[in-house]
């Protein structure tokens, strides 16, 4: 057996069922790991030790007697600290919301209790989720597993760096232009932007409420399918795809990509912007693996990043300043200097520009579905670069734009981003796939058959 602390969720479940660990067993080495080396890391902003060792001891019992609740009982996950837990301060890495105890759970994570999973704490993150890795704030920034000098990916930075680390096989993130995505790929870990709704928001501050997505991180695709079976929104599916027998995000896996037709992104890091030469070789060996995988390869053409970008930037600054107004004004000390700057530019947004912004963004939407009329899912960029130090502050804020993640929080289509190679560096790269709404085991099949023929998923950082 693998050490405890690189299995995958299923792998766990699958030793409970043959009596080969237990809860109690797993989550006491989890919080021994995270204890010795979150020093390092920061990837917790509260270990909530004492509530998941009794939640493990209840989960035990459970399974011990063959109350089984599914594929996450006894499975410890960690949550981005924007996200409501009962009796725990939801602080968004904040000064500002330091003391805001939340007075019941998010719907998420009462989804996750009631699927027997064990909550271990709260996450550090980008100052609401929107900031970046600063120094200023009420707790130090958290940083990558795979060298500690460099950035983990915001602004669920502590979501990816927990994963990356082997802290915890599953984490819950936010993604409002990649969030997370960006730390998934950054700490060579797999993370799902959902197709919008489809998981519930109730219970998560905002920071945009019309392109702000929450979603499941995980050290493998299997992994991130089996949290979605239970935290996403049966309610918002579009339940005519779907029959009731084949409803779980894992059924179809192992399917391969054999006679899917997926279109290539190309202009995105090659002509709209050029991508650091590392990332395109990367991008270039996932589509000749998928293709040798016997999926049609072809490329394709949407909007300009440019456009897209702007679009959703537009949206996305009028809306966090809809939020954060009156608290800029009376407290603009209280937020790091990162966020009271990027926060700021929604003062400078028109109701006109909002408003054209949504006539552009359904406009573009159309056109991200036309081109879903001829392919099953689409191969982009994530990131352009590899990830840079943490106290380059200059160029983190360059590469933050160098990016094809946003353009999909303004669609709305589900998107993951996921391990795709190591440059010369030591660090991850990652690669994005997109799909069409609310069909993401389409999206999981090429994850997981892409992940199956590399070997990504099995590389881990020495810390």
Known sequence: MKEIHWLTAREISE???????????????????????????????????????????????????????????????????????????????????????????????????????ILIGKLALHEFAFGGPTFDGPFPPARNPWNTDHHPGGSSSGSGAALGAGFVPITIGTDTAGSIRNPAGACGVAGLKPTYDLVSRNGVFPLAYTVEHVGPMARSINDIALTMDSIACKETMNVERYTTENLSYTNDLNHGVKGLRIGFVRHFHESDLIADPEVIASLNEVAGVLKDLGASIEDVVLPSLQEMQSVEGIIWYSETWAIHKKWLRERPEDYTQAARKKLMRGAFLSAGDYVNAQQCRKIMTDSVNQVFQDFDVLI????????????????????????????????????????????????????????????????????????????????????
């Open 15 to 117: 030793n409970y069922g043959l009596r080969k660990l237990s809860p109690v067993e797993v989550t006491s080495a989890l919080l021994k790991r995270i204890k010795e080396l979150d020093s390092k890391i920061n990837s917790f902003i509260f270990l909530d030790e004492e509530s998941a060792m009794n939640s493990a001891r209840e989960a035990e019992k459970e399974i011990s007697s063959g109350k089984f609740r599914g594929s996450l009982h006894g499975i410890p996950i960690a949550i981005k600290d924007n996200i409501n837990m009962v009796g725990l301060a939801t602080t968004c890495h904040s000064k500002i919301l330091v003391d805001n105890i939340a007075i019941r759970d998010a719907r998420i994570i009462s989804q996750l209790r009631s699927s027997g999973a």
């Open 380 to 463: 982009t960029a994530s990131s352009f670069d590899p990830i840079c130090r943490i106290d380059e502050t200059e160029i983190y804020a360059r590469n933050y734009a160098r990016q094809g993640r946003s353009p999909f929080n303004m669609t709305g289509h589900p998107a993951l981003a996921m391990m795709s190679g190591i440059c010369k560096r030591g660090l991850p790269l990652s690669v994005q796939f997109v799909g069409r709404h609310f069909d993401e085991k389409k999206l999981f099949r090429v994850a997981a058959a892409y992940e199956s023929a590399t070997p990504w998923h099995h590389k881990h950082p020495q810390i």
